[in-house]
């Protein structure tokens, strides 16, 4: 199993420009989510999705779209960057089982660098 | 609303003692998750250990131990025979059924030789 995948590994956008970051899983999860990582707060959740064709907001999800199409991918698109959108981006992944596992699967991260 | 605090941005042990990393955290669930995971700086965010709510026995992996204090909201993390390899962020996160994971702002550790 390749676990969580996530490409690109780096990124440097200039201001007004879009890109989807791309997420996919072999596990057969049913739940993704998107994080991004920033110096001092954490992993805060961009959005999340429960299954194909199910997505919810995060914390904080302004300035991002997401779609579930496959159980597989869940990418996120960011429609306009902006240099508050540099940052670390995680996807993560976890299967829905009642009384857990709960601890979610984490890719190897996405650094965008917005100009 | 969960929150998550983890007050010590900085803690340094020697190589071979112990160190134990504090978390507090907030949630009005009675059902929830509480987690350790360990960021080393190739940046994958690694599971160290789950501990469940409803669950009284403190969780333990191998060198690394919780002390989970369910009424003052604590969890915090020992590891115990400390290696160069543990240098990392740590961070500690909470679930509950709502999909929503907090985590904490995270703890680096150093290991000095």
């Known amino acids: 199993n390749a676990g969580v995948t996530q490409t690109p590994k780096f990124q440097v956008l200039k201001t007004g420009q879009s890109m989807t970051l791309q997420c996919a899983q072999d596990?057969?999860?049913?739940?993704m989510s998107w994080y991004r990582q920033d110096p001092g707060m954490g992993l805060r959740l961009i959005h999340y999705?429960?299954?194909?064709?199910?997505?919810d907001q995060g914390e904080v999800p302004n300035g991002y779209n997401v779609s579930r199409s496959t159980t597989e991918d869940f990418p996120l698109r960011l429609l306009s960057a902006a240099p508050s959108q540099t940052s670390v981006y995680f996807c993560?992944?976890?299967?829905?089982?009642?009384?857990?596992?709960?601890?979610?699967?984490f890719g190897p991260g996405t650094r965008l660098t917005v100009t | 609303a969960q929150t998550v605090t983890q007050s010590q941005p900085e803690m340094s042990v020697q190589e071979a003692e112990t160190v134990t990393l504090s978390c507090t955290y907030d949630?009005?669930?009675?059902?929830?998750?509480l987690f350790w995971y360990k960021q080393p700086p190739s940046r994958q965010m690694i599971l160290v250990i789950r501990q469940e709510a409803y669950k009284q026995q403190n969780a333990t992996e191998n060198r690394f131990s919780v002390n989970f204090q369910k009424a003052a909201k604590s969890f915090s993390l020992k590891i115990s025979d400390s290696q160069l390899g543990d240098a990392a962020m740590y961070f500690c996160?909470?679930?509950?059924?709502?999909?929503?994971?907090?985590f904490g702002t995270g703890t680096r550790l150093k290991v000095l030789a």
């Open positions: 949630t009005s669930e009675s059902d929830y998750y």
């Open positions: 993560a992944s976890r299967a829905l089982l009642a009384g857990g596992p709960h601890e979610q699967y």
């Open positions: 999705s429960v299954g194909a064709g199910i997505t």
């Open positions: 596990m057969n999860h049913e739940y």
């Open positions: 996160a909470c679930t509950s059924g709502t999909y929503k994971y907090i």
